[in-house]
């Protein structure tokens, strides 16, 4: 499912989707990796912010 681009409040703060370019640019910043970090996170644990986050070292 696709985000909702009128809803404009800023990164969905419990789902990264790697679908969206600036999700990833995005939340790739927030945590200080770079986007294939990231993706590579995504595919190990799942899309769940909280669980990536854990996987990133709680950056």
């Known amino acids: 499912m696709t985000d909702d681009k009128t ?7 419990k789902l990264i989707s ?3 370019d600036y999700e990833v640019r ?3 910043e927030k945590f200080g990796v770079t ?3 990231l ?3 995504v595919r190990r644990v799942g899309n769940g912010v909280e669980a990536v986050q854990r996987e990133l070292g709680g950056r």
């Open 35 to 37: 986007e294939k970090a």
């Open 7 to 13: 809803n404009t409040g800023g990164l969905d703060r």
């Open 18 to 20: 790697l679908d969206e």
């Open 39 to 41: 993706r590579d996170a």
């Open 26 to 28: 995005d939340w790739a």
